[in-house]
T-cell receptor, first 112, second 112 residues
Framework: SQTIHQWPATLVQPVGSPLSLECTVE??????LYWYRQAAGRGLQLLFY??????ISSEVPQNLSASRPQDRQFILSSKKLLLSDSGFYLC???????????FGSGTRLTVV | QKEVEQNSGPLSVPEGAIASLNCTYS??????FFWYRQYSGKSPELIMS????GDKEDGRFTAQLNKASQYVSLLIRDSQPSDSATYLC????????????FGSGTQLTVLP
């Protein structure tokens, strides 16, 4: 069966520090991968999605970047965090949109 | 017009009642529809998918789809306090083969 792993679960980082969040999927090949952010009490904001190794589409201009160095690995990064980067970051995968997405457990990031 | 719209709520129902959650969408050619449940502080979990007009039942949950009127609803029968969560509706993004768009969610509280 397919599983998605996301870590860390919580993170407190100072303003200006770098960020690296990792997501891996097991049990499937060539998944579509997504990074979402959810601010407190708000909806899901798509940040990046990837359809293959090295293929990244950015949805929102921001202080973040994404990379997909391996088929089932998706990384979200920042060189210098801003206070506004705080939120709940969710990784998701799908084989096709008609089957829906499966989300990881999320990372709660607080920038202080 | 937003691609997916949901009443933000909050919606409160007494335990044992039927909770009715509604979602409208703008793309007439959408073929797949999803309901996610998100408990506070947790990631969204796919609970229902529906592809054809009519009703789809899974335990206490029933998804209803009306393509002519472009709405999809979720009924929760015999509501329990454990059903208290935010429910997100998701539909494919027009023109994209890989992306879903999510509604902002309806917060449901089941009162004991």
């Amino acid at each position: 069966s397919q599983t998605i792993h996301q870590w860390p679960a919580t993170l407190v980082q100072p303003v200006g520090s770098p960020l690296s969040l990792e997501c891996t999927v097991e049990g499937t090949s060539n998944p579509n991968l997504y990074w979402y952010r959810q601010a407190a009490g708000r909806g899901l904001q798509l940040l990046f999605y990837s359809v293959g190794i090295g293929q990244i589409s950015s949805e929102v201009p921001q202080n973040l970047s994404a990379s997909r160095p391996q088929d089932r690995q998706f990384i979200l990064s920042s060189k210098k965090l801003l206070l506004s980067d705080s939120g709940f970051y969710l990784c998701a995968w799908s084989v096709h949109r008609d089957y829906g997405y499966t989300f990881g457990s999320g990372t709660r990031l607080t920038v202080v | 017009q937003k691609e997916v719209e949901q009443n933000s709520g909050p919606l409160s129902v007494p335990e044992g009642a039927i909770a009715s959650l509604n979602c409208t969408y703008s793309d007439r050619v959408s073929q797949s529809f999803f309901w996610y449940r998100q408990y506070s502080g947790k990631s969204p979990e796919l609970i229902m998918s529906i592809y054809s007009n009519g009703d789809k039942e899974d335990g206490r949950f029933t998804a209803q789809l009306n393509k002519a009127s472009q709405y999809v609803s979720l009924l929760i029968r015999d509501s329990q306090p454990s059903d208290s969560a935010t429910y997100l509706c998701a539909v494919p993004i027009s023109g994209s083969a890989r992306q879903l768009t999510f509604g902002s969610g309806t917060q449901l509280t089941v009162l004991p």
